[in-house]
T-cell receptor, first 114, second 116 residues
Framework: GDSVTQMEGPVTLSEEAFLTINCTYT??????LFWYVQYPGEGLQLLLK?????DKGSNKGFEATYRKETTSFHLEKGSVQVSDSAVYFC?????????????FGPGTSLSVIP | GAVVSQHPSWVICKSGTSVKIECRSL??????MFWYRQFPKQSLMLMAT?????????EQGVEKDKFLINHASLTLSTLTVTSAHPEDSSFYIC????????????FGQGTRLTVV
């Protein structure tokens, strides 16, 4: 079945460091891919998305490119801030198998220290 | 935009009682809503798919008699945790999909349930 794998956390970075959170997926069809962010004590917010191969999603300085050949959707940011401290979830929705269910990865906790 | 609202944000109940959580899509109609459960420091686990006007579809291992789902209208789904026990304490989150081409889900803010 469909699944999402993320790098294990927690990740701790200094402010202005470069961030990469790896994400790979398994899907039967051609899924849409998402990164969601959960700030402490809050619900999930969509950070960015990509709906087809080679699409690049971007928001708030974060980027991720839909790589079909490597089934990956790695999240990157050039310079993180303390306010980026949160849990990041890679996710997919596969219309072939799961219609509009969203399948989540395990989440990666990020702490940015001043 | 698309807003999904959950109520209450948090609730404490006694063991053996039932608790109802509401999920509303405020500015769009959602024929399908989803209920997730999130344990501390873990990912979201899909519990069930709530279908307007029909029975919910539960994921494997989720007790449908324990977690009653009702989707009475295109903007409201409710999750009732019946005869709650401390092990049911968790963060419950609902979502709804507005755009059926990209399947982007919009999430409620979540409900923190504590059973004492």
């Amino acid at each position: 079945g469909d699944s999402v794998t993320q790098m294990e956390g927690p990740v701790t970075l200094s402010e202005e460091a470069f961030l990469t959170i790896n994400c790979t997926y398994t899907a039967t069809g051609y899924p849409s891919l998402f990164w969601y962010v959960q700030y402490p004590g809050e619900g999930l917010q969509l950070l960015l998305k990509a709906t087809k191969a080679d699409d690049k999603g971007s928001n708030k300085g974060f980027e991720a490119t839909y790589r079909k050949e490597t089934t990956s959707f790695h999240l990157e940011k050039g310079s993180v801030q303390v306010s980026d401290s949160a849990v990041y979830f890679c996710a997919l929705s596969d219309p072939e198998t799961s219609y509009d269910k969203v399948i989540f990865g395990p989440g990666t906790s990020l702490s940015v220290i001043p | 935009g698309a807003v999904v609202s959950q109520h209450p944000s948090w609730v404490i109940c006694k063991s053996g009682t039932s608790v109802k959580i509401e999920c509303r899509s405020l500015d769009f109609q959602a024929t399908t809503m989803f209920w997730y459960r999130q344990f501390p420091k873990q990912s979201l686990m899909l519990m069930a798919t709530s279908n307007e006007g029909s029975k919910a579809t539960y994921e494997q291992g989720v007790e449908k008699d324990k977690f009653l789902i009702n989707h009475a209208s295109l903007t409201l789904s409710t999750l009732t945790v019946t005869s709650a026990h401390p092990e049911d304490s968790s963060f419950y989150i609902c979502s709804a999909t507005k755009d059926v081409t990209t399947f982007e889900a919009f999430f409620g803010q979540g409900t923190r349930l504590t059973v004492v």
